[in-house]
């Protein structure tokens, strides 16, 4: 079956670098996403990544690896607006996303 | 309008009652989504359409049906509500077949 693995939450401290991880296992790989979702919200778009490498947006930075089939989002200089839960999400083989659970970023001072 | 709208934000509903509940874009995006987000769970899937006058089901479709009539439009409607389909529900759209998505700010559901 397909499989998406995330940590269910991590906690870092202000102005700090997180690290959350994203594996797979999924029919065919066509792109992997991340979304921010604050409590209560709707998630929002934070990356894409189609090809090995790193994309470096802002503060926050993605990391892909096909062969391993593994992902990270990586956030710097972490402010408490950042705690939220970090989704990740691969686009198989017939171009459907895959989801996993989420991982709720706690952030204290 | 702007971005993508659902309504209602929140609904309790009767076992049994039938529900449609709307999802409305103004960004003229081809694709369109439901999903339904339970606590400890990814997003999970329950129809798509990737064009006007076509629709599909995702990984959850049971109990649920859609309706892609125009553009901009994709309900989902809930014939017989059961207390299993308390959820939040999530309406998204992106431009082809799972380009970045665009999402609702969620209808909170919960048959009782």
């Known amino acids: 079956g397909q499989n998406i693995d995330q940590p269910t939450e991590m906690t870092a401290t202000e102005g700090a670098i997180v690290q959350i991880n994203c594996t797979y296992q999924?029919?065919?790989?066509?792109?992997l996403f991340w979304y921010q979702q604050h409590a209560g919200e709707a998630p929002t778009f934070l990356s894409y990544?189609?090809l090995d490498g790193l994309e470096e947006k802002g503060r926050f930075s993605s990391f892909l690896s096909r062969s391993k089939g593994y992902s990270y989002l990586l956030l710097k200089e972490l402010q408490m607006k950042d705690s939220a839960s970090y989704l990740c999400?691969?686009?198989?083989?017939?171009?459907?996303?895959?989801w996993g659970a989420g991982t709720k970023l706690i952030i204290k001072p | 309008i702007a971005g993508i709208t659902q309504a209602p934000t929140s609904q309790i509903l009767a076992a049994g009652r039938r529900m449609t509940l709307r999802c409305t874009q103004d960004?003229?995006?081809?694709?369109m989504y439901w999903y339904r987000q339970d606590l400890g769970l990814g997003l999970r899937l329950i129809h798509y359409?990737?064009?006007?006058?076509?629709?599909g089901k995702g990984e959850v479709p049971d109990g649920y049906s859609v309706s892609r009539a125009n553009t901009d439009d994709f309900p989902l409607t809930l014939a017989s509500a059961v207390p299993s389909q308390t959820s939040v529900y999530f309406c998204?759209?992106?431009?082809?077949?799972?380009?970045?998505?665009?999402f609702g700010q969620g209808t909170r559901l919960t048959v009782v």
């Open positions: 999924t029919s065919g790989f066509n792109g």
């Open positions: 960004m003229r995006h081809n694709a």
């Open positions: 359409s990737n064009t006007a006058g076509t629709t």
């Open positions: 990544n189609v």
């Open positions: 998204a759209s992106s431009e082809r077949d799972n380009t970045e998505a665009f």
């Open positions: 999400a691969v686009r198989d083989s017939n171009y459907q996303l895959i």
